[in-house]
């Protein structure tokens, strides 16, 4: 046997003070940061999500010695609005859940986080909850419109229950962040589908406010089907990092026939003659409160360029 540390990998589930919770084989080992990686700011940090190589040393005690690369990264603008800080690595899945009532769906909300997931190229699907209550009919009518731009709508219950079968297949094998607004059954969906994870459910969500920053706790909840959820409250009000203005329109996947045809190179689909995107909006070809979300978003992005 030889002196040196025991070379393991691993994936990040936690960090808590400085401790990292590494996954190893199935067993969740608790890791230190080996100081070159400790010094590291940004997306050289190593976030929750991450697959990391661990040395166990021969006292037993675990270091993370390796950062391995990464598939994908959603990031959050840092308090001083000028870095990009990592709130999970690796997610290839976003959840967007909404319930029919209690609350009221928010369409301008799914539209930003479908924009999250397009940014960072990440499949979303969207879970529209609590379908047991009364009037869920009509408001799954309004969830219509995104099948027809290609996202997948699960209608699910976590009382009745309904939908689980469904909504565990999606998330088997896969890392898949829940966002949605507080109340909207993520936490309850999570523990119907695996009753082992102990979510706690019907709380106000722990986010701290900051000034104009939420802490977002993130931390991976592995699924017995394989693969892992995050779920994630207070990520409704945190600054994302930049959707540059022309990736922006690219983000609405509607929008994207009509990209490249405008008369001007550089349109900004909002006013421009010969615009292509407005033109098609005009038409009918796609829904205009979708387009006044694009608006709405591009007036948010020009103000935190100036
Ligand atoms: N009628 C009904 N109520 C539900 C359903 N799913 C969740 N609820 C209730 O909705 C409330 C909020 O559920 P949570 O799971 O805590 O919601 P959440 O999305 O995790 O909220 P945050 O953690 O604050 O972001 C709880 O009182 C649940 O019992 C459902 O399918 N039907
Ligand atoms: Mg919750
Ligand atoms: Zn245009």
Redesign the pocket.
């Known amino acids: 046997m030889s002196g040196g540390p025991e070379k393991l990998k691993g994936r990040v589930l936690r960090t808590v003070g400085g401790v990292y919770e590494v996954e190893v084989a199935g067993e969740t080992l608790e890791c230190a940061l080996r100081g070159r990686l400790k010094r590291k700011r940004g997306i050289g940090r190593v976030a929750v999500g991450d697959e990391v190589e661990v040395d166990r040393l021969t006292d037993g005690s675990c270091v993370i010695s390796e950062l391995l690369p990464r598939s994908s990264r959603l990031s959050r603008r840092s308090a001083d609005g000028r870095r990009e800080q990592i709130i999970a690595a690796n997610v290839d899945r976003l959840a967007a859940?909404f319930?029919v009532a209690?609350p009221e769906p928010g369409f301008e909300l799914l539209d930003r986080f479908l924009v999250l997931a397009e940014s960072c190229e990440i499949a979303a699907f969207i879970v529209v909850?609590?379908?047991?209550?009364a009037g869920a009919d009509e408001v799954r009518e309004r969830f219509a419109l995104y099948k027809e731009i290609g996202y997948p709508v699960l209608y699910?219950?976590?009382?009745?229950?309904?939908g689980l079968e469904e909504l565990g297949g999606r998330l088997a094998g896969h890392i898949t962040l829940?966002v949605?607004?507080?109340?909207?059954?993520?936490?309850?969906?999570?523990?119907?589908l695996q009753p082992g994870l102990g979510?706690?459910?019907?709380?106000?969500?722990?986010a701290i406010e900051r000034g104009r920053h939420t802490t977002v706790a993130a931390w991976l909840h592995r699924l017995d089907a394989g693969g892992y959820v995050l779920?994630?409250?207070?990520l409704?009000k945190v600054r994302f990092w930049e959707v540059g203005t022309h990736k922006l329109a690219w983000c609405f996947r509607e929008f994207r026939p009509y990209l490249g045809r405008c008369r001007f190179q550089d349109c900004s689909h909002t006013h421009e003659p010969g615009c292509a995107v407005i033109g098609a909006k005009e038409a009918g070809s796609f829904s205009s409160r979708r387009y006044e979300s694009y608006v709405k978003f591009l007036g948010e992005s020009l103000e935190r360029s100036s």
């Open positions: 859940v319930s209690r909850n609590k379908i047991d209550l699910t219950s976590a009382k009745a229950p309904r829940f949605g607004p507080s109340g909207a059954g993520k936490s309850s969906l999570l523990n119907a979510l706690r459910v019907g709380e106000i969500s722990k779920d994630t409250p207070g409704g």
